[in-house]
Each structure stands twice: as structure tokens, then as C-alpha cells.
């Protein structure tokens, strides 16, 4: 019965201490209307199983609103990288704080993600009006939690 449970335990250990692999090259530009999205921030996440996310990268758009950012991680549960975009175009202040007027999540397609630490493809999403973009949640249940909003003090 011993060695049945060591011959079981060593078929079912690669599945659960491997990892998936992924690595993503994404680029584009934010407009608010009719000015550039300037030095706002821009990551790169993969959600883990259920509620858990881990950063892989982080930027700025520049002057232009431009940005261009290289990322790559690991996870036993499969590589699925999103853009998550605060939207703090056409928010009002409150007090002393703005918080944005949604969260934007764009999923990289499956084909732009590489299964090494480097990116064989560029996803480029091209120009978003942020004016216009509807909000997403990252996931439905972070919306329970109060995360469905960022706010910055100025």
C-alpha cells in the first residue's frame, strides 16, 4: 500500500510543481479626448487561480501617451496577461483626491503570448480614446470588495 501511494505521488508531482511560462511585448497610446494620456500608469497582470493577481510589469506613457513595455512570469495555473489601464481621463476632484472613472482591462490574445520569458510578438492595441472606453472589472468579485476604483491624493 506504501509504495502504491510513493508510485501515485510521483506520477501526480509534476503536474502540481510545474509551472506555465508566458511572456508578452504590448505597446500602444492613450488619448483623453483630443490630448495624450501623459505619464499615466500602465501594467501588465496574470490573475492565479480565483482572486489572487500578480504584477508583471509596470510603465508610464510619455508626453504623447505613448508606452511600450516587455513582461514575463510563471504560474502553475496557466499564463492569461491583461493591460489594466487607470482611467483618470474626464474624473472630477473630490476633495483632495481623484479616483478614476473606471478600470480598463484588455486581455492580451493568446497568440501574442510567448511560452518562454520572451516576448515573440508585439500586441499593439493601437489608439484608445479613453474618454469613451467602457470600465471592466477586474474580476467580478474585486467590485464586493471596494476595488473597483483607484484614487490619488493631489
Not at 510513493?6 to 503536474?15: G, N, R
Not at 514575463?72 to 483632495?96: E, H, K, M, R, T
Not at 479616483?99 to 493568446?110: A, D, R, S
Request: proline share 5%.
Amino acid at each position: 500500500m506504501e509504495l502504491k501511494a510513493i508510485i501515485i505521488f510521483m506520477l501526480c508531482a509534476p503536474l502540481l510543481c510545474s509551472a506555465s511560462t508566458g511572456a508578452v511585448h504590448v505597446r500602444g497610446r492613450l488619448m483623453c479626448s483630443s490630448n495624450p494620456y501623459a505619464n499615466e500608469k500602465v501594467q501588465v497582470w496574470d490573475p492565479h487561480f480565483l482572486i489572487e493577481f500578480s504584477l508583471w510589469s509596470e510603465t508610464q506613457t510619455d508626453e504623447s501617451g505613448y508606452f511600450s513595455m516587455k513582461a514575463s512570469g510563471n504560474d502553475w495555473s496557466g499564463v492569461d496577461p491583461f493591460i489594466w489601464i487607470p482611467n483618470y481621463c474626464a474624473s472630477s476632484l473630490v476633495g483632495d483626491k481623484r479616483c478614476t472613472e473606471g478600470l480598463i482591462q484588455l486581455n492580451v490574445p493568446k497568440e501574442m503570448i510567448s511560452k518562454s520569458h520572451f516576448p515573440n510578438a508585439v500586441y499593439d492595441i493601437g489608439t484608445i480614446q479613453l474618454y469613451e472606453f467602457t470600465a471592466t472589472d477586474r474580476l467580478w468579485i474585486s467590485s464586493i470588495f471596494g476595488e473597483n476604483k483607484e484614487c490619488r491624493n493631489y
